[in-house]
């Protein structure tokens, strides 16, 4: 079976097979400083669903999901919020940096050593998409690179699941 075929077979669910219909906790965020310079806080987590993104310069797979993962971006951009963050598991923050202007990325990145990682997911695949609720809590870890439309159907599986 397709990808798309097994993430829309678990649409009667409201994010798919195996997610928590009460999470325990949210994630407990670290200020997070982007390639820009910019900073997201810990308490920016709680006012709208993510989707966050595991990736890496040298992952062809990354590369492609990522072109997706822009879309997904630039559609939610001005309409319902929705946080977009790449996670480079690269650690040359300027190789990440023309790897973005190289691919036409302008969604938010900041580099990961693993510890960000470690609080959504042991899973150590990249790409992996993690979906998060506005309340901050990890609703579904997806591995594998991603068909465009899996991508941009996220924002709507978050707002019905986040309403």
Known sequence: MKRRHLLLAGAAAP???????QP????DWPTITLIDGSSISPESWRTQPAVVVF????????????AHVEALYRASRGAAPLRVLGLALDRD???????????????????????LRARLTSRRMIPMTCLLDRQGHLLQAIPGEMA????????????????
């Open 93 to 115: 923050v300027q190789a990440v940096q023309q790897s973005m202007a190289r691919n036409g990325y302008s969604f938010p990145v900041a580099l990961d050593d693993g510890s």
């Open 15 to 21: 994010l798919g097979p195996g997610v928590a219909a």
């Open 55 to 66: 990736w890496a310069t040298w992952c062809a797979f990354c590369k492609r999901h990522n």
């Open 24 to 27: 325990a906790a949210a994630v």
């Open 148 to 163: 465009a439309d899996d991508v941009l159907g996220l924002a709507r599986q978050l707002q019905r699941h986040t309403g």
